[in-house]
Structure formats: C-alpha cells, structure tokens
C-alpha cells in the first residue's frame, strides 16, 4: 500500500472534505415551487415551457431542471396548493405613481417651509 499521497491528492481530499450541503433546507426547491405555483401557472399561460421557467430559476439561484419544475409543481397543483405566500409586487404603473406621490409630498413640505 502507497503511503505516499501527492500534493495534488491531498489538496483534493481537503477541498472534498470541506464542502458544504448545496441546499441548507431539505426541501427548499419544492417549497420555492410551491410558493410560485400560481405564477408558475401563468408563465405556462404566456407560452413558457417548464425548461424555460427553470432557466429563469436557475438565473436567480435556485438551479433546477424542468422535468424537476414540472414534477414539483404538478404535484403543489395536485395537493391543492394554488395560493402564495408572497406579496404581488407593485406593478411598474402603481410604482411610479407612487414615486410621483412621494415627490408631490416633498414638494408640499418644501413650499410649507420656505414660507
């Protein structure tokens, strides 16, 4: 037997040694999944397919393939699961009418304290 271990093999077992868990949550590409259904399922409305919604997860962190996105999601779909946990986001028009609000509000309190 070879006691003998190269520098290049022994910089890979430290390195193999220390990798991490690639999730920290088991279950957490299902959970995301879940969560997003119904956007999910108004993607596929659009004419995305699961591979090209994966693609979009994958660009944000979250790596997964679409065969994988659609077992996951079929199965939220079959469990009942259909309403999100998260907030919509504001959309593009109420945002900038809120942005022109916040800067007609400034201006008010400028106006006040310039008289």
Do not use: W
Request: glycine share 4%; charged share 35%.
């Amino acid at each position: 037997m070879d006691t003998n271990i190269s520098p290049i093999e022994l910089a890979l077992q430290k390195k193999l040694d220390k990798l991490q868990p690639k999730t920290k949550t088991p279950g957490f590409l299902r959970s995301v999944i879940e969560r997003q259904s119904v956007r999910i399922d108004a993607a596929l409305a659009r004419g995305y397919s699961y591979d090209e919604i994966a693609q979009i997860f994958s660009e944000q962190g979250i790596k997964c393939k679409g065969s994988t996105l659609k077992k996951y999601h079929l199965f939220a779909k079959k469990k009942g699961i259909n309403d999100s946990t998260i907030p919509e986001l504001p959309s593009e028009k109420k945002f900038k009418e809120t942005e022109s609000e916040q800067l007609a509000t400034k201006e008010r309190k400028i106006k006040k304290e310039t008289k």
